[in-house]
Every structure is written in C-alpha cells, then in structure tokens.
C-alpha cells in the first residue's frame, strides 16, 4: 500500500470483530431482509464488504490459526480441532508487537485444544498443567489457573474467555463466579424462561443481559481502547463465541425473532440419493458412531427455525455491543487512525440440504462467511467486492496496511547464485494482500480458493476447490466426489461429478485443485544457502 500525501506517520491500529459459526448470509447488509445488523452495516458502509469470502478449513481452530499465521492448515499443523497451533510459525500479534504496536485480545482465542477432560472422552489425561493446556476448560475449571501465559502467541494483554454458551470457561466465567453464583448455576444449566421446541441446546436464558459475557467482552474492550496511548499503534482482537451453538440468547434478544418469521433452510428436502456415505446417518449408524459436530438432521423443521431465530437473536446481541464499542472508539478520538475489520471463522449448515452444524459437508453456508474491512479517509467506501477471497487474505492485507513485512528467520534468505535472477516466484504467504483490490488496483487477487478438511473422527480427508462458477470436493480413497454448476445450480442440488457433459470441466476442475495444493505447500522457510 503505498503512502498517501497527507497520511500521517502513525501506523493505523487495528480494531477486529471476530465472530464463531455466523453465515455471510446473517447480516442485513449481506442481503437479510429480516436479521438486521445496523452497527455492522455501519461498518460495511464506510468502508468494503466482500461478498464471496471463503473459509479454508470450516472449523474453529485451523481456521483462526489460518487468520493468525496467514497459512493453511495442511502447513500451520492445526489441520482439525483439537490440534494445536505449532508455534514455530509466526503469528500476527507477535509480528504486529515486533513492530511497535501494543497487542490486545478479549473474548476467544482457540489455537490450542480445550475439549481435553476425561468427561469429554480423552482418557490419557491425567494431570492439566497450565503451561502446556493454556486453553483447556479442565485447568480452568479446577481453578488451576486465571490468566493466560505471558505473551501467549504475541499478546500483552489478554481477557480470556473459552468455549461456548452454557460450558464456556475462562475469565468471564471465574468473575461471574465471584459476583454472582446463582446466575453462574443458570448459565451452567441452560435455564431457560420459556418453553422451548425440545431441539437440544436451544433455551432462552435466564442470564440477564448485563452478565452476559457478550457484555462482558464489550465492557473490556472498552476499558482496553481507554488504555491505549495515542503515540503506539494498537492490534485489539474483539472476539465473540456466538452464533456458534448453543443457543441461547439472553432476554430481550430471545424474543428478537420468531421461528414463524425463519425462511425455509436451502434445499431442506433435499434427497440423499445423489450425496455420499458421510450424508447418510446409517454410516454412522453402521460404523457405531455418533456424526459428530453435524450431520443429517435429526431435529424437524420447526426446531431448526426455532435454532435459527435463536441464533439470529445472538448476532443481534453482537450487533448492538459493536455498536458501543464503534461508539466508545470514536468517543475516545481513536476512530479516525484505526481500522476495523469484521470477520468470522466459518459458517453454520443450519439445516441446509437437511444438515445440521458443521462437519465435512462443504456447502456454502458453511464456507462463506462475513468480512468487512472499514478506514474511512484511507480506504473506499460503501463499496462491494464481489471476486473471490479468503481467510488466508487476512494477515496479508494487515501486514500492507501497517507497512511491515513477514519475517525472515534469523540468518535472511540466500539470494540465489545469479544477480539480478530472483531465486523465489513466489511471497512466503499463499494469501493476498487485498489493499490492491480495494484500492480498484486489481480486478481480482486470485482465481480459485482451496478449502481443507481433515476429520480425523470420520477418517476422511477432503479437498474442495472453489472458482468463481464452479466447486469441486474430493475425498480421500475415494471415487466419488462433488461438483456443482453454482452459477446455474446455486443451491447446490445437482451433483454433477457422473455428468457426462461436465467431463471436461470436472478434469479441468480436478487439475487446478491439484495445482492450488500445490501453491499452498509450504513455502515460509528459504534457502539459506545452495546446500
């Protein structure tokens, strides 16, 4: 990004909304015309929406160590949940801090494992030591701990807060503990103050909204935009564990929406005849497994409207604390030098094609998700960028903007044995930069987006590529596989992989997958001499 005439010397600091599970499609902005989300519209309109953003692994931990690294996660090693970010890769915080800015985060973080109890099935543990489970629900439940490490992944300053809803953990939770027990019992239980459909993990909580941790997190980052100096650039990592299940919302969000006014999930009726064995609960059924963390659904149609009114719910609630905290930073005269950017880590099935949740099932719902990036005065406004992005767009297009380059190791990169010949076509990072893009630089930054998916529990690995028409998946050991026409077919109905008439376009399609993985193989560490 080059430097403006005018442009102050400050590097710009960076405000980032984070949000878990949320479909692009849950935002008014992105063409809701019952969910309304006007603080985040806000965003979007003083600055630029990206219409087509993928995830590249549609689960929490690969793809936040995605946005942290900026690389997949065949490469970053936090290939699936439950598998740690390997810490010899750089990540953003401690790139930004070694670069003079103040590091911040408040609300989740997930790089490492949490679901790590013997009550979440894993028997070999036997003792929590803080120092390698910083993140798991059993050291801090056990009050084995009450902050993070020091510097955890580059952080100087951390208000901690794991998991999700009712089994949340962490700081909020150790607070809520010390001042109010009782509404700690009712979160803990799932109380709920109205009857509900039966589906389990939807209830309408009885936590008053200003114990909320939603709150709670707007409450910190405020009190940290308050902190910081004027003279030092900040990177402050807002991150909210919803619409990520379960489901419950505290009043009066509950009741924001009712499950008569939910529109019929995509393709709800959709026939298995034409999906694969993993789309079939008698796999599972077969193999003596539950599907875990999704699958076919077994809640009706009104239940998954009741989910989906709940959940709509939650983003309202996010919505209204962005909007205070938008409101505090321009109140604290820090709006003007900041950016601010709305993401999240994947997107939620929520009964689409009759699926439920999330898993190895790489419809768009589950792979578009929201991203917004706003600096006004710096960067256009009410605009919207329709070509295809990534999560792996992210830490690229943060690095352009503050002016810092990724790091090389500690002896820099051999040049190459011929002067003036590069010896490397490619940047460290497979991600772009999207400054170029908004700046109606580049038409495009990339023609396809790779998606992966190891699901070490259904012991399938998939591959899914994704061009401006056209999706292909592939499976491990498998001959079948997915591919979808989504400028004629954007429902994803007709699987057209036998399609005689697509034959050309499925080998053609086939082609640039393996192409794109392998662009994405590692390429962070250079040479550092000719042997």
Known sequence: MQKRKGETALKPNFLIFVTDQHRADWLSCMGNDILQTPHIDKIAHRGVLFENTYCNTPLCMPSRATMWTGLPSSVHSARTNGVDLDNKYPVLPQILQDNGYKTISVGKIHLKAWHMSKERGNKNITEYDPALLPECET??????????????????????????????????????????????????????????????DNYYSEVPKEYHYNEWIKRHTMEELDKCESDKPFFLWCSFPDPHFPFGPPAP?????????????????????????????????????????????????????????????????????IGEIMKHLEETGKKENTVVIFLADHGELMGDHGMYCKGPFHYEGLLRV??????????????????????????????????????????????????????????????????????????????????????????????????????????????????????????????????????????????????????????????????
Request: hydrophobic residues 30%.
């Open 139 to 200: 050291v801090w439940n056990e009050n084995k701990c009450n902050k993070l490490p020091d510097n955890y992944f580059g952080l100087e300053v951390t208000h901690f807060l794991g998991g999700h809803g009712s089994y949340c953990f962490g700081e909020y939770v150790q607070w809520l503990q010390s001042v109010r027990p009782d509404i700690y019992e009712a979160l803990k239980n799932q109380n709920s103050a109205k009857e509900t459909t039966g589906k389990k």
């Open 253 to 321: 969000y509950y009741d924001a929406y009712k499950k008569e006014q939910m529109p019929d999930p995509i393709a709800w009726d959709d026939s298995r005849d034409n999906m694969n064995e993993w789309y079939h609960a008698s796999c599972y059924k077969a193999r003596g497994e539950e599907s875990i963390d999704g699958g076919p659904s077994p809640y009706t149609l009104e239940q998954i409207k009741e989910t989906k009114a709940l959940a709509w719910g939650m983003v309202k609630h996010i919505d209204d604390c």
């Open 370 to 531: 929201p991203f917004l990036i706003s600096w006004p005065g710096h960067l256009p406004e009410n605009t919207r960028e329709s070509s295809l992005v990534s999560l792996l767009d992210f830490m690229p297009t943060i690095l352009d903007l503050a002016h810092i380059d990724y790091p090389e190791g500690p002896i820099k990169a051999w040049e190459g044995p011929f002067e003036g010949k590069p010896l490397y076509t490619s940047d460290p990072l497979p991600g772009h930069s999207l400054v170029p893009l908004m700046e109606k630089k580049a038409e495009k930054v990339q023609e396809d987006i790779l998606v992966e998916d190891d699901d070490d529990i259904r012991h399938v690995n998939l591959r899914t590529l994704i061009t401006e028409r056209y999706k292909i998946t592939v499976y491990s050991h498998q001959s079948y596989g997915e591919l979808f026409d989504l400028q004629k077919d954007p429902q994803e109905r007709e699987n057209l992989w036998e399609c005689y008439e697509y034959k050309e376009i499925k080998y053609h399609m086939l082609e640039r997958l393996m192409q794109k993985m392998l662009e994405q193989q590692d390429r962070t560490t250079r040479r550092i001499g000719i042997a």
